[in-house]
């Protein structure tokens, strides 16, 4: 099973995580970072995180995840694959850098290149506003997705 842990708050992440599901196929669980607990994830072969960048971080319910998950999966998923797909307005680099930095603990191994989703919203209703996501980079996701469950299937990660 690959995990497909996921916030949103004005749909481009949510838009995001289904696209790479969609890509996964049958291997692809799509779980809210509210819903991700440790006992599931431990259950999964692989990982794929995504979250907006909000003021400069990962969302707060997606840190609360890793919060909640760090120490129970601490010494329990060392090997496995993972891979991120960030939503942001101009740049995205620090929620990558804040997960990148948290799944080094756990000794998790990135298997692709980081996706960052750059919609351009700068004013505060931009920011608050609904977003959609380029057929484009939904292509990307379902390419993300396909490739690591095929990964997964072949034993390639």
Known sequence: MLAIIW?????ASRAMAAAVAQGAGG??????AAEAMPAILLGAQ?????????LGSMSGQMKE????????MLGRVEGRPYATAIS????GSAALAQIDRIVTGWRLRRVAEPLIV???AQTPEQIRAEKT???GDLQACRELGAAFAEGL???VF
């Open 27 to 32: 291997q692809g669980v799509l779980l809210t």
């Open 153 to 155: 299937k072949l034993g």
């Open 88 to 91: 942001a307005g101009s740049d």
């Open 7 to 11: 916030h949103s708050r004005t749909g």
């Open 133 to 135: 996501v380029s057929e």
């Open 118 to 120: 750059n919609l351009g």
């Open 65 to 72: 995840m890793f919060d909640r998950c760090y120490y129970p």
């Open 46 to 54: 692989g990982y794929v995180f995504v979250c907006p960048e909000n």
